[in-house]
């Protein structure tokens, strides 16, 4: 693959490090730029083969035209969600592939060192220390043994969430549009609707993908139905949540805590440095605001393991592409998802062409 160039946008010091390193596998010639992919800098992908995007990528139907006039034929995400992506628009145009899965279980772990921080007060603590203040008032928490957990996605890390919480004590309730419940009963947890699940956890975590159907799943209807004091906890998508809604949770304290791994409108300042510049964004201004709100920036799957398999992943895929294979973890408008390359043979969206 020597004489294949794939071009990455929106690249940092890791993402060089690990890909130049897995690479040595492959051979492709990687060019990396920090500039994020927009209809405007599609331009530097031009006599590449490849490129390979991130969640922060703009991929509408504007910058596509842009990669079909320079040749781009495929466009690996090295992510598993691809909600920044025009599928329709890409349909016939462009495959995009993605890593489906790199680290369950530094997302899951994550999850839980939110809550810990959250209802420990140990990120405060810390900051007091360094000030010499040893003082633990404003730090209680509450033990996790014995509440109840409600994790919305059960899919692995929702799964492999829920075995770390069960060693807690808790009790689990989960949802999912597909429930698996032989599984639910050799781990020991139930599979409930979303108001049982509103109604009866102290702790709520979000682990399910950003779809038509879980847009905003938690709204002011689905806040009024939890319990007082609530702990929200969200390491999917911004858009899982409806920012405001969340606000007026926390300033009417039916949300007793937050812990945000991501945020609706994090593409402008998730990943980037404005340690010298004022937040222009009022509501995630707003956010940082509040003592009992916890916001990182969408780090959740940042572990060396998870890397390392996010690189392998996305390089065999395009490799997979150029050797004329089927596309594993292709998407396409046609039938998104993990449906496609089970039931057919080839490249997903152009099959009925290349066949008729």
């Not at 320079?70 to 691809?82: C, D, F, K, P």
Request: glycine fraction near 6%.
């Amino acid at each position: 693959m020597e004489d294949k160039k794939i071009t990455f946008f929106d690249a940092k010091e890791y993402d060089e490090e690990m890909f130049d390193k897995v690479n040595q596998d492959f051979g492709f010639e990687l060019k990396y730029f920090d500039n994020k992919l927009s209809p405007e800098t599609a331009i530097l992908a031009k006599d590449s083969d490849a490129i390979c995007i991130f969640v922060n990528d703009r991929m509408d139907a504007e910058t596509i035209e842009k990669l079909e006039e320079y040749g781009i034929n495929i466009v690996a995400l090295r992510s598993a969600g691809y909600n920044n992506v025009d599928l329709e628009a890409a349909y016939q145009t462009l495959h995009v592939v993605r890593v489906p899965a790199y680290s369950p279980y530094a997302v899951a772990e994550y999850t839980v060192a939110l809550i810990l921080s959250a209802n420990r007060k140990i990120h405060k603590a810390y900051y007091r220390i360094n000030d010499n203040n040893f003082n633990i008032s404003g730090l209680q928490g509450f033990d996790m043994h014995g509440k109840s957990a409600g994790v919305i996605g059960t899919g692995k890390i929702g799964r492999i969430l829920i075995k770390i919480l069960n060693g807690f004590g808790m009790d689990i309730y989960a949802y999912d549009p597909y429930p698996d419940h032989d599984y639910a009963k050799k781990i020991g947890y139930d599979y409930v609707d979303l108001d049982t699940l509103y109604k009866k956890s102290d702790i709520i975590s979000l682990n399910c993908p950003l779809t038509k159907e879980t847009y905003h799943i938690i709204d002011d209807e689905s806040i009024s139905k939890m319990k007082d004091g609530v702990m929200i906890v969200n390491t999917g998508r911004g858009h899982l949540i409806d920012t405001q809604a969340l606000i007026e949770g926390l300033k009417s304290k039916k949300i007793g805590s937050a812990a945000l791994d991501v945020y609706e409108e994090e593409s402008k300042y998730f990943f980037e440095d404005f340690s010298d510049q004022l937040i222009s964004d009022d509501t995630l201004a707003r956010l940082l605001n509040f003592n009992n709100v916890l916001v990182t920036s969408h780090q959740g799957f940042f572990t060396s393991e998870a890397l390392n398999n996010i690189a392998t992943t996305t390089l065999q895929n395009i490799e997979d592409y150029f050797m004329g294979k089927a596309l594993e973890n292709e998407v396409c408008y046609r039938c998104p998802g993990d449906v496609c390359h089970k039931e057919e043979e080839g490249r997903c969206f152009f099959l009925q062409e290349e066949t008729a």
